[in-house]
């Protein structure tokens, strides 16, 4: 067993090296634990990362809780994931208090022009991404376009969008089993959830539920994140416009964290230093709870047959809500001939390219050409 201190320091040089968005990362950290060390061997980690993949939470940073468990138990698990996060945490706070106090926004405005046109060719890649791992079919391709149709057009709640896709996906899977059973369904649910709504919290509270909600609901990694908090920050409470939102993400694609580390932005933006406390704990602590506690029920669940269809279902919700947020981001980002060029530009690099700083190169590349532009002909 490793002490907590040697597991922290292990895991806070990934968290300082972890460039280049989730692949990058979890490639660096199955080279180290699984190539170099041999921690588990390749059959393991395998099916370990496709338990982490269509369960909610960032999963290089619940590789990390994952691996440190196996080196120095639980107190190793909750060590690697702190020190995992640390780095893009420090630094995400950082820019924070900079982009309020100083007006980093308005100071750096021909730097930020270029950046917010990356976030959507980021998103698209993440479309890209999630769509070739989790729609399989036609009928997941049909509830991922109807995720993003009712949310874009319709302002479908996320959570419907998300249940509906999921109960779809089930019944178009296992409808013969589900013949006859609906009178077994409960109000129950929606009764806790209308009670859920009439409870009066302190910001820092309703701060800390609405990240524990979106980390609860993260299926699918770092990026489907995203949807949540837009539904949540700038939709639901108004506590960001769209265009700080649009600026919480470039900031966050150039940091060496999961990208879900923005969310601390976020938090400060709606209620200064313990808003982006509260925030980062709620929406990382699934994220260390899974992996250290709940580990095995969470691999029974992802392999048992009858479940997966319905968290296919959800997945492919998912992948819909990130397109129609996509959407509004890139209406908020592009707004000239230039910026599209420049978000065109970004998706096809990082489509082609998948260095471990692709991503960053990307992301500042965008900026300083567009301060260039900037400079030079606009």
Known sequence: MDSPGSVFVRFLKFGALAWG?????IAMIKQECVDEEGWVDEETFRKTLAVYQILPGPEAHELCVYFGRIRGGKLGGFMAGLGFMFPGFVLMLGLSVLYVEADLASHLDQLFYGLTAAVGALLAR????????FITDLPLALLAIAGFALTLFADASFILVLLGAGLAYELWTNASRWSGRAHSLSPLP???ALVAGAVTVSLTAEIFFEGLKAGLLTFGGA??????????AVGGHHWLTEQQFVDGLAMGGVLPAPLIIFSTFVGYIAGGLAGALA???GI?????????????????IAANERIRPFLL??????????????????GASVVDVYTAILLVGAFLVLNRYHGKLTV????????????????TVI
């Open 126 to 133: 993440a479309i890209v991404r999630l769509s070739r791992t």
């Open 21 to 25: 968005g989730p692949a990058a990362q």
């Open 360 to 375: 960053l190169y990307v992301v500042l590349g965008c900026g300083l050409i567009g301060a260039l532009l900037q400079a």
């Open 190 to 192: 929606v009764a806790l």
């Open 313 to 330: 279902g959800v997945a492919a919700g998912v992948i819909g809500l990130i397109a129609a947020v996509t959407v509004e981001i890139v």
């Open 284 to 300: 990382f602590l699934p994220a260390f709870v899974f992996p250290i506690f709940f580990h095995r029920f969470l691999v029974a």
């Open 279 to 281: 925030i980062t704990l």
């Open 223 to 232: 990026f489907t994140v995203i949807p949540f908090l837009h539904d949540s």
